[in-house]
């Protein structure tokens, strides 16, 4: 079974930076979109940003201009530049992949694990 694996979590000062990234564990034919979600404590899951396998990005408007979605598709890894971080920015950070593991079988969506963010003085 495929799984989707996150790294680079840690707690960071207000206005700091970390970079997160993810990839698959096992073997597999394409990762089309991929994207990076975030969950609060008592909050819904809410959507950061994706990026196409053509590097077409999007971002929700609370992170325009300070997070990066960028992906290295030869090593089939995303990754999550993220800048001048607010505490409101704390939450587990979750990636999710739409994957052809095996030629010919049909895409299937995967999720990591997250890691945790936490900015705070």
């Known amino acids: 079974q495929v799984q989707l694996v996150e790294s680079g979590g840690g707690l960071v000062q207000p206005g700091g930076s970390l970079t997160l990234s993810c990839a698959p564990s096992?073997?597999?034919?394409?990762?089309?979109?991929m994207g990076w979600y975030r969950q609060a404590p008592g909050k819904q899951r809410e959507l950061v940003a994706t990026i196409t396998r053509g590097a077409v990005t999007n971002y929700a408007d609370s992170v325009k201009g300070r997070f990066t979605i960028s992906r290295d598709n030869a090593k089939n890894t995303l990754y999550l530049q993220m800048n001048s971080l607010k505490p409101e920015d704390t939450a587990v950070y979750i990636c999710n992949g739409a994957i052809r593991k095996v030629v010919g079988d049909p895409t299937a969506y995967y999720w990591g694990q997250g890691t945790q963010v936490t900015v705070s003085s």
């Open positions: 096992g073997s597999i034919v394409s990762i089309y979109t």
